[in-house]
């Protein structure tokens, strides 16, 4: 079982930062992948950056350069640091975790609630 917590959404202007973060309380299961999915009003959700439990990294073509991911895997954290923000860039943002339960053997993804990011021109 997996309990995802975001914190760090708000409202800031264009160019400046927000730090995204997500901690995952668990029990019995062996997390894998760490993600940061966006959904902006009337878009589809889409991946923004992945972490693997090795530190390999993934971003979308239009973060790369401005948001970094990281994590702790002895804490469960993952945190999203955002640079250069721009408008395009407000949605809410999800936390994402993929990982085998132990007791099962299965692989399953979590997420967690949403936090909205506000990027104002």
């Known amino acids: 079982q997996v309990h995802l917590m975001e914190s760090g959404g708000g409202l800031v202007r264009a160019g400046g930062s927000l730090r995204l973060s997500c901690a995952a309380s668990?029990?019995?299961?062996?997390?894998?992948?760490m993600n940061w999915y966006r959904q902006a009003p009337g878009k589809q959700r889409e991946l923004v950056a992945r972490i693997t439990s090795t530190g390999s990294t993934n971003y979308l073509d239009s973060v790369k350069g401005r948001f970094t991911i990281s994590r702790d895997n002895a804490k469960n954290t993952v945190n999203l640091q955002m640079n250069s923000l721009k408008p395009e860039d407000t949605a809410v943002y999800y936390c994402n975790v993929g990982g085998v339960e132990l007791s099962t053997a299965k692989y399953l993804e979590v997420w967690g609630q949403g936090t909205l990011v506000t990027v104002t021109s």
């Open positions: 668990t029990s019995r299961f062996n997390i894998n992948t």
